[in-house]
């Protein structure tokens, strides 16, 4: 499985419509939804291909100002979040391939017939071209695990061995699924860490990424009186463990908690910093009008001098359970 920064073909992207949870019998609440994944599009669209799927694709496409780059899609969707329904790319014998493992709402929590054959009907339109395809009788979220494109997987084993996904299997069951889908030689199990108002049962893309092969960006709580604080400390001390393969310590670079952001109702939004994207020429971040914006945005330039740093106002997604990294997928090229 390659790693996010490697070379990507496209980034997936599912558009919010009127028969998703976005609109809540609302336009206004609709059209207030689509913004944020526009911004996102763009911010991708000046670098690599986009490719949106949507309900009403002169609709939407009338809603940009440029159209370079991107493709839009029509195919039926429940829901926004593709991270966790779209291909996963690996190479196999120097050829790419895509795999369709099962996705089943986040353990049954969300109907989600219409997100899991998203992936065949996409390649029988023609859009992969002719890459392989494989089906995978697997429960398996693209945000539940991360990369570093030489066979290391980090992820939870609060999502990956929870019953709700393959009836709850074992670390070493688990691992030998990853190691014959996913090439992988050893996996990093986080065992701590959540974010209120998550419904994936602590995706890694919520907690800690890979930002190089020596490098692990985390979500790090400072406030002892945050309901993360003990998790998160766990977490964190869990990291200081882990060695790369030659034996050293990753480099640990820490991402500010953001301030608790709530929904009409009081309940605790997962506003997360580690929900960023890698792309061909950009790092694509969420903020959350936090007095951390402007913070984060200057340890991703040192992080990664190479690529623009784009910032999306995310809000609005989080209001839905999902941030920047779960509205998008990338394929390598």
């Known amino acids: 499985m390659p790693a996010e920064?490697?070379?990507?073909?496209?980034?997936?992207?599912?558009?919010?419509?009127?028969?998703?949870?976005?609109a809540k019998g609302d336009e206004a609440d609709l059209k207030a939804a689509l913004s944020p994944f526009i911004r996102i599009a763009q911010a991708i669209a000046y670098g690599e291909a986009v490719y949106i799927i949507c309900k009403d694709k002169e609709k939407i496409a009338s809603m940009f100002c440029s159209t370079r780059n991107l493709t839009f899609i029509e195919l039926p969707t429940n829901d926004t979040w593709i991270r966790d329904y779209g291909y996963i790319s690996i190479i196999e014998d120097s050829e790419k391939k895509l795999l369709d493992f099962r996705f089943n709402g986040w353990g049954g929590k969300f109907e989600a017939a219409l997100d899991n054959a998203v992936n065949s009907a996409l390649h029988k339109k023609g859009y992969m071209g002719t890459t392989a395809l494989e089906a995978v009788n697997f429960v398996l979220e693209g945000g539940s695990v991360e990369s570093d494109g030489e066979g290391t997987i980090l992820s939870t084993s609060t999502c990956l061995c929870n019953p709700n996904r393959n009836g709850g299997l074992r670390k070493s069951e688990v691992e030998r699924i990853l190691q014959t889908q996913l090439g992988a030689t050893r996996v990093l199990w986080l065992d701590h860490g959540?974010?209120?108002?998550?419904?994936?049962?602590?995706?890694?893309?919520?907690?800690?990424?890979?930002?190089?092969?020596?490098?692990?960006?985390?979500?790090?709580?400072?406030?002892?009186?945050d309901e993360h604080y003990e998790a998160l400390s766990k977490m964190e001390a869990q990291l200081k463990t882990f060695t790369q393969t030659n034996g050293e310590p990753y480099r640990l670079v820490a991402l500010p908690m953001c301030?608790?952001?709530?929904?009409?109702?009081?309940?605790?939004?997962?506003a997360t910093y580690a929900n960023f994207l890698?792309?061909?020429?950009?790092?694509?971040?969420p903020t959350y009008n936090d007095v951390n914006d402007a913070k984060v945005g200057e340890i991703f330039k040192a992080l990664f001098p190479g690529r623009e740093i784009i910032p999306v106002n995310c809000l609005k997604l989080i209001e839905e359970g999902g941030s920047l990294h779960c509205s998008t997928m990338q394929i390598a090229r």
């Open 5 to 22: 920064w490697e070379k990507q073909q496209c980034v997936l992207m599912s558009f919010p419509h009127e028969e998703t949870d976005w």
């Open 194 to 225: 959540y974010l209120a108002g998550d419904d994936t049962d602590s995706h890694i893309d919520t907690l800690a990424r890979f930002v190089n092969k020596e490098t692990i960006a985390y979500v790090q709580c400072l406030d002892r009186e």
């Open 259 to 270: 301030e608790a952001k709530f929904d009409k109702e009081g309940n605790r939004l997962p």
């Open 278 to 285: 890698i792309s061909n020429d950009a790092l694509v971040y």
